[in-house]
């Protein structure tokens, strides 16, 4: 079914402050839902929600806890999340960190104590909007395998990057795994196959059954157990495909959050406390030359390289490129919602007696 955005982002809006949020923070968490759904990112817009709801109930998510600043210099922040969501603290961290590059170049925010943040582009864009730089990592639950082992022990780790450009700016946004979990949670619900090498099983063989691959992934993720398997890192399976690469990216990421927050490794949020943390930068390259020519610079390089020789009937996008015609397109046209997932809302609408977003037909 097709919703349109502004039904989704009011309806979602409702939902948060029926769960004890305020109204500021409700709004900010549609808002990432909204806009995840808008770029094509359904593995991180509105299927979230249930997944959200039962972190509430279960006491993870803490919706009255402040935000802590901890530590805090002309450069930096330490942040406590104090077990509410991450958008919550990253929106007042990433507030914080543009000032500070502003008058610094540079700034750096580490947040502990957290939950799932959204999509970290969300917050690098936040940075590219006034012109700088910004960088968004987080860490996950363990979802993926190792170069060579056979259960899952590092996160997804979402990895961030934008960089001012026309007509939009440059936004890399992406798992340092093949693939994130929400991705194959969302053809589980569409009882769609796994398109490529995701996934394996316990034995290192390649998944295709999105079903299986995500009965492993929960299990991995949500409880003290493993079936053995899970997300493959970037390059696949095979070493000799240098999957120590995309093995060797999850691991900064992890440095970068669960180690330099001094929380939990992606390897442990299964079991006991369960904390996310996330690191966020941002960069004001003014510094280095003028905004505009640099702007101008970063465009002519894009263009170039979307102007390349390519495959007949293909084109080459540039990072963002997908996700802004998705924008544009879901503005006018609403967001795609799955079967399953629709399902969802209209019981979470029932359940807490607010109205669901219309089909539109």
Request: no cysteine.
């Given at each position: 079914m097709k919703i349109k955005s502004t039904d989704e982002l009011h309806y979602l809006q409702q939902v948060f402050i029926k769960k004890g949020f305020s109204?500021?923070?409700?709004?900010?968490?549609?808002?990432?839902l909204v806009d995840a759904d808008l770029r094509g990112i359904s593995s991180h817009g509105i299927q979230r929600l249930a997944w959200y709801l039962k972190m509430v109930d279960d006491g993870t998510i803490q919706p009255q806890n402040?935000?802590?600043?901890l530590k805090e210099s002309a450069t930096s922040l330490l942040v406590d999340a104090n077990q509410n969501m991450g958008q919550i603290a990253c929106n007042l961290s990433m507030d914080k960190l543009i000032e500070k590059?502003?008058?610094?170049?540079?700034s750096m925010a580490v947040i502990r104590n957290s939950n799932h943040f959204g999509t970290a582009g969300y917050w690098a864009r936040k940075a590219v909007t006034p012109g700088l730089i910004g960088i968004a990592f987080t860490n996950t639950r363990p979802l993926v395998v190792p170069t060579n082992a056979l259960e899952a022990f590092l996160g997804s780790n979402a990895f961030a990057f934008t960089f001012p450009a026309k007509p939009h700016p440059f936004v890399f946004d992406g798992a340092t795994s093949v693939v994130s979990g929400g991705k194959i949670q969302v053809l589980d619900k569409k009882q769609q196959p796994l398109p490529g090498e995701w996934a394996v099983d316990k034995d290192r063989n390649v998944v295709a059954d999105a079903k299986e691959a995500e009965d492993i992934l929960a299990t991995?993720?949500?409880?003290?157990?493993?079936?053995?398997?899970?997300?493959?890192?970037?390059?696949?399976s095979a070493e000799h495909n240098s999957n120590y690469k995309g093995f060797g990216n999850s691991l900064v990421v992890e440095i970068l959050t669960g180690i330099l927050a001094q929380g939990s490794i992606s390897a442990d949020t299964n079991v006991g406390k369960h904390d996310f943390s996330q690191c966020l930068l941002a960069i004001d390259p003014s510094?280095?030359?003028?905004?505009?020519a640099l702007r101008d610079k970063a465009t002519d390089m894009f263009n170039r390289i979307r102007n390349l020789d390519h495959l007949p009937e293909t084109e080459i996008k540039i990072p963002g490129d997908r996700e802004y015609r998705n924008y544009d397109h879901n503005l006018k046209h609403g967001v795609s919602i799955d079967d399953v997932t629709a399902s969802q809302i209209?019981?979470?609408?029932?359940?807490?007696?607010?109205?669901?977003?219309?089909?539109?037909?």
């Open positions: 109204e500021a923070d409700s709004n900010l968490l549609a808002d990432t402040q935000v802590k600043i590059a502003k008058q610094s170049v540079i991995a993720a949500l409880t003290p157990n493993q079936k053995g398997g899970g997300v493959l890192t970037l390059g696949g510094f280095f030359g003028n905004l505009d209209q019981k979470i609408a029932n359940d807490l007696a607010v109205p669901a977003p219309s089909e539109i037909k």
